[in-house]
């Protein structure tokens, strides 16, 4: 059941998740399709995610955006950065200089060379922001060694995060350590089940990054509604491994499930341990924070003794 909305307002509207926006030249969405959009939200009772380029929009579509409740996605680098409610920097470099400090929401998408020169700079946001979501967007590309750079990477980070908690009162959310500790079930994007993507060409997509990949694979346009093929294939109960995971922080990407095992359902080994490396290091976190005191104390994360589910099948076989 449809939740979400996510109105994708150019064609360089900023990335806010693993795939790359691939086009250079703005397209800005037909205001006539921006307000059937948003009549349609309305109707359909779905929570609207604007996502913007980095460019002002011109005033009719601000005054048409504010008819409706919302949430605004904008890059970093946007004029008026204050007025949104998410801000995206496109690398751990780009948020040098930045005042993190007025509590925002905040998304940094990185590659993991860059992550694993540059990690130590996410020390100083941690200290002062109030949310930071980390975003990998070449998780494909790990192999072994990464893996143990990975694991490494978010055991320094985690006792940052442990120091925000206990000694300073400080209860920064980062989504690849306390995430987790908070969860009971599944967070994932839930696109093409929960959420739906209109791009500007009024056509919808799972998500945005079907639209780069291909336009004409499109799931419905604005006039006629949304039209999902083989919808239950997106569903969580028919996703036979991540049905039965517990790393509840995993993103469960279907676009990148899609481009490295040709299956929306099934996520790749490198996505799968990935998760699990956070899981484990949440764990791990969630019990150093309660030596100082008694924390969350009706969540749990149970030990495990396997970092991709999919060898407990192999085992099996």
Request: charge should be negative; glycine fraction near 4%; hydrophobic fraction near 35%.
């Amino acid at each position: 059941m449809l939740k979400y909305l996510i109105i994708q307002l150019d064609d360089t509207s900023t990335s806010f998740c693993h795939y790359n926006t691939s086009h250079d030249n703005p397209n800005l969405m037909p205001l006539d399709i921006l307000k059937k959009a948003i009549r349609w939200s309305m109707v359909e009772n779905l929570n609207v995610q604007f996502i913007y380029p980095e460019y002002t929009l011109p005033e009719e579509y601000n005054e048409a955006i504010e008819k409706i409740n919302h949430t605004k996605i904008k890059p970093a680098t946007y004029e008026h950065l204050s007025e949104g409610d998410i801000a995206v920097f496109n690398s751990i470099a780009e948020t040098q200089g930045f005042d993190f400090t007025n509590g925002a929401n905040y998304v940094i998408r990185t590659c993991k060379d860059e992550l694993f020169k540059s990690f130590n700079d996410l020390r100083a946001i941690l200290e002062t922001s109030g949310r930071l979501s980390l975003v990998i967007s070449d998780i494909q590309k790990f192999d072994k060694n990464d893996f143990s750079i990975y694991k490494s990477i978010l055991e320094r980070l985690a006792e940052v995060i442990r120091t925000e908690y206990v000694d300073k009162r400080h209860p920064i959310q980062f989504n690849l350590l306390t995430d987790r500790m908070m969860l009971i079930s599944m967070n994932n994007c839930g696109a093409g089940d929960e959420c739906i993507t209109l791009a500007p060409n009024g056509r919808f997509y799972i998500c945005p990054a079907f639209y780069y990949d291909n336009p004409e694979d499109n799931a419905g346009d604005i006039e006629n509604g949304p039209d999902v093929k083989n919808q239950q294939l997106l569903k969580l109960d028919h996703a036979p491994i991540c049905r039965h995971c517990d790393a509840f922080q995993c993103h469960r990407c279907v676009w990148l499930n899609r481009l490295t095992t040709l299956e929306v359902n099934t996520p790749s080994h490198e996505q799968c341990v990935v998760a699990h490396l956070e899981r484990n290091a949440s764990r791990q976190l969630l019990a150093d924070i309660r030596e100082a005191g008694e924390f969350i104390p009706d969540k749990d994360i149970p030990e495990i003794d396997y970092i991709d589910p999919f060898d407990l099948v192999k085992n099996k076989l």
